[in-house]
């Protein structure tokens, strides 16, 4: 009677998925640095299924079936390093362990290959949906060996969130590409968070909505193709009313975002490989800019428009345009990730299938929307779309959106509403589909300060101006 599967780490992610496990008829071994969280686990969920505790981790690593399925639950970084390194030792060949934590991918790819040594698979895996998604179901990212996935792929299915039947759960890559699909996944949570934070702000301090009719208006969009997860908690969050004071929850609450900083990891890592992930950069700036209170302080008598509310007629017009300038900036913040994506799995040589991603993030995570499947049916169509905003179906979208889309933007300036999110995606949206840009003139700047060269439109070859001279073109 050994265990199908060990999970070690019984912080409440851990205990949730230990809990889910075991729900779906799994065997789960429980192991905790302090044996107290275990004891505390089947003393109040014991009777969910079978469980077994284990006090240390030789015990926990001889209760398991072999080869040994080990989920380590622990937080990301030295505490995780320091789990692996007191499991390894214990551990036999052919046997996996599985980092369900957020780690960095580069730290995923570092000990799948640490591990790959002593003969033992090593399971990056993002993980999303939060307490309640590790519980009911959440969408889950394996990275690692197909051998690895052939043993544990299986477990990790019956966990996971169904959509048609189907789990939100595969095969992402090797080695660090399950957790660099999650780390991308993050960075488009921050994205869509800050749009729909820009339309309630839209609505708010442009068309003067008060938070509860808000509420209403995000309700009535979530029955359309902005359905989502977060449009949806957002009506609820709007339509809360502080106990203590009455006043709506979002005005008592303080205005300075946080962050874990898996969106800052999505742009570092966007930056290293060139990819233009503007709507995701401005999601994590605007959690910066929020939290500069001494910059904001100081700000705060900056002059600002003599308009700055639209009046009635226009106002009632104005949430129209708003879902769809929200929709138009939601899909380009998606065409920006999935390009991560792409040139995350092009560099790593993981051959991502990015409308398998989609699929699997349909449901159970924080990003679970409609629109995904969209998306699944867009790579579907054509696994090599260079971009999602050429597909079909986005091509009518944006085009339908974009009148509405441009006046959000200009009416958000003229009324002193910042949009960063809205305006940045609008730009990349013109700029991807420019005939030209001006990067033709800043090549001239570069070469007439620095002689950097610039390509000729037609002919071969790297070239540099003479600037200081006669300005004659040589060939370099
Ligand atoms: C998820 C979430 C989760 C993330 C938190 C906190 O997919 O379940 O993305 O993994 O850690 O939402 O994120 P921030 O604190 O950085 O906002």
Partial sequence: NSAHIGVTGLAVMGRN???????????VALHNRSA??????????????????TETMEQFVAALERPRRIVVMVKAGGPTDAVIEEL??????????????????????????ALREHGLHFVGTGI????????????????????AYAILGPLLESIAAKVDGRPCCTH?????????????????EYADMQLIAE??????????????????????????????????ITAEVLGHGDPLTGHPFVDVVEDRAEQKGTGRWTVQTALELGVPVSGIAEAVFARSLSGSAALREAARGLPGPSETWLDSAAADRFAGDVEQALYASKIVAYA?????????????????????????????????????????????????????????????????????????????????????????ALAYYDALRADRLPAALVQGQRDFFGAHTY??????????????????????
Wanted: hydrophobic fraction near 35%; charged fraction near 25%; charge should be negative.
């Fill in 17 to 27: 998925l230990a809990r889910n496990l075991a729900r779906h008829g799994h065997r």
């Fill in 36 to 53: 107290a969280r275990t004891s505390a686990l089947m003393a109040e969920f014991g009777h969910e299924g079978a469980f077994v505790p």
């Fill in 88 to 113: 390894v030792p214990l551990l036999e060949p052919g046997d996996i362990v599985v980092d369900g934590g957020n780690a960095h991918f580069l730290d995923t790819r570092r000990r799948e290959a």
């Fill in 128 to 147: 999303s949906g939060g307490e309640e998604g590790a519980l009911e179901g959440p969408s889950i990212m394996p990275g690692g060996t197909p051998e």
């Fill in 172 to 188: 992402v890559g090797p080695d660090g590409a399950g957790h660099f699909v999650k780390m991308v996944h993050n960075g488009i």
């Fill in 199 to 232: 339309a309630y702000d839209l609505l708010r301090h442009g068309a003067g909505r008060q938070p509860g009719d808000i509420a209403q208006i995000f309700r009535g969009w979530n029955e359309g193709r902005l359905e989502s997860y977060l449009i949806e």
């Fill in 336 to 424: 920006q990730g999935f390009h991560q994506i792409q040139a995350g799995s092009a560099e790593y040589g993981w051959q991502i299938d990015r409308g398998a991603m989609a699929s699997i993030w349909r449901g159970g995570c924080i990003i679970r929307a409609r629109f995904l499947s969209r998306i699944d049916a867009a790579y579907r169509a054509d696994p090599e779309l260079p971009t999602l905003l050429t597909d079909d179906h986005f091509r009518e979208a944006l085009g339908a959106a974009q009148s509405a889309w441009r006046r959000v933007v200009s009416t958000a300036a003229q009324l002193g509403v910042p949009v960063p999110g809205f305006s940045s």
């Fill in 455 to 476: 390509r000729r439109t037609d002919r071969a070859g790297s070239f540099h101006t003479l600037w200081g001279g006669d300005r004659s073109e040589q060939e370099r």
